[in-house]
């Protein structure tokens, strides 16, 4: 297998079956975002769609990646997962296909990003809404946890929106 140096390089599924390349997000800062919509942190959703509302006039996007590798908190439906999100929190930015984030099955989107930004406990995931904050470049520059606020995160994303 190749070995990915940027995140451009990447592919995900959509929730429609189409593939999107993540080279249409070159020139943004990205934050990528693993979610479940029945997890202790579900409420994220509507700071992370505040972060995206505040700076997507500056080439930023958040992409979600709904995930039911922990404890299935996620829909069996993405037709759920997406009315759910749009829903209860106002959600307008991308969300893909569920994916695994872990173990052997997990995505190459994720397995790279562990790869470049490795967590405290652990190089995977080690739960819902860890947020990976990819420059303009496409390199990963920061790794937050799950428990860790989206608006915790202004500061970083300040730091590389320029």
Do not use: H
């Not at 959509?14 to 479940?36: F, H, I, L, R």
């Not at 202790?40 to 080439?59: A, I, M, N, S």
């Not at 829909?75 to 009315?83: G, N, P, Q, W, Y």
């Amino acid at each position: 297998m190749m070995e990915m140096t940027t995140f451009y390089e990447l592919i995900a599924e959509m929730p429609d079956g189409t593939m999107q390349s993540m080279k249409e997000y070159e020139g943004y800062v990205v934050v990528v975002v693993n979610t479940a919509s029945k997890c202790g942190f579900t409420g994220q959703f509507k700071e992370l769609q505040q972060l995206y509302e505040d700076y997507r006039d500056q080439k930023f996007v958040v992409l979600g990646f709904p995930s039911d590798n922990f404890n299935n908190q996620e829909f069996d439906s993405m037709d759920e997962t997406l009315a759910f999100c749009e829903r209860n929190y106002g959600v307008s930015f991308p969300m893909f296909a569920k994916v695994n984030v872990k173990g052997e099955g997990a995505s190459p989107l994720f397995s790279f990003l562990t790869d470049q930004k490795k967590g405290l406990l652990t190089d995977g995931i080690k739960w819902n809404f860890t947020k990976f904050l990819i420059d303009r470049k496409g390199n990963v520059v920061d790794r937050f946890a799950p428990q860790t606020s989206p608006d915790k995160m202004r500061e970083a994303i300040d730091k590389i929106i320029q």
